[in-house]
Every structure is written in C-alpha cells, then in structure tokens.
C-alpha cells in the first residue's frame, strides 16, 4: 500500500545551519505530495506541495523537489532560524477519486541559538 | 478567528466513559476529517465525510463514531472509552479532490 518514510528525529540543528529532512513514499500511480509543519500546541499547517514530477513547492524559505526517479521529496532550507523548530510531516494524496492522505510519522526539528 | 475549531482542547476521563469531541469550520469545506496522532505513528485517519449524508470509515474506525450535523459540524465519539484511546485528536476540512487540508488546533485527550 501507499506509503511515505521519514525519519523521526529529533534533528538538532544551530540557527542559519542547513536542513535537510529526507522523504521517500511508495505509491501507485503519480501522488502529489505535501511537507506539512505543526508548531507546538497548534494543528497541522500546509508549508509546500508539488503536484507532478520535476515540481518544486517553495514557501518561507523552504523547498522541496518531486523526483519520481527516487520517489522522494526531501525538505530544505539554506538557514534555519529558533523560529522553525516544530514537527515536520511529508505526505502524499493519490490521483483518481477519494484518496486519502497517507502521512510519515513525523520529524521534530530543533533549532539551538 | 480560527477556521476550524475543535472543543475541549483537553479531556480526562475514565475508562468505559462515553465522550464526544467536537469540531466546527467556517471554511465553506464540504469534505471534514478526524485523525488520531500518536508519538512515532503520525497522523492516523479515523473518520471522513464529504457532505452531511456520506461518512465513510479511515483505517482505525473501531471504537469510534461520528455525527455530522450540519456543513460545519463533524462530531466524534468513543463510546466507551479505553486506555489505549489516549492520544492527541485533529479534526480537518479540504474542499474537493487534490486539495489542501486544513487542521484544527487539536484535543488532548488522557483515558485513565
């Protein structure tokens, strides 16, 4: 079945190092796929989506780029700031009638002054 | 003012106890959502409904049910409750197919 891997961390990051969080999913088909960010206390908010391959989503500073060869869709950002540590979700939605959002288990960013 | 609200934001209650959690959206959102995120799971769908007539089941349904009332409103209940039902609660809204969700701010629910 659908799928997406992630680690869970905590990462454990100085403020303006570069991030990277890894993201593979197994799929049929061609999902689009979304980095979503839950800051302590609040729910989950969208940060960036891409929709088909070679897609790069881009918001706040972070991006993340659809490679169907590598079935991945790892996040970046060149400079973390204290104001980014949160919980850090890839998912992925199949094409063709309802299908649901399948979520990674989530990554915890912290990011030290 | 939030786009989606959910009520209580925490519970404590006792085991074999009926709950209900509740949650409303002024987002115009036909399609309305309810997960259970647990440390080292992530977010697990329990329920969904894309209009007051159709509810379908998520892939942990057992234990739970749901109401919806209006657009807005999209309750879920543990009949009697478990200790293994303590988690953390979202309720979300999208509006039609490929589209973003939205979350609430969450129910912090403890079963003693």
Redesign the interface.
Known sequence: GDS?TQM?GPVTLSEEAFLTINCTYTATGYP?L?WYVQYP??????LL?A?KADDKGSNKGFEATYRKETTSFHLEKGSVQVSDSAVY?CAQ?G?G?????T????TKLQVIP | DAD?TQTPRNRITKTGKRIMLECSQTKGHDRMYWYRQDP????Q?IY?S?DVKDINK??ISDGYSVSRQAQAKFSLSLESAIPNQTALY?C?TSDG??E???????TRLLVL
């Open positions: 997406v869970e689009s979304f206390g609040e729910g989950l908010q969208l989506k929709t979700f939605r094409t009638g309802y299908q649901k959002v979520f990674g288990i989530g | 989606v080292g799971l992530g977010l769908l969904y894309f998520g892939e979202f979300a197919p490929q973003t969700q939205y979350f609430g701010p969450g």
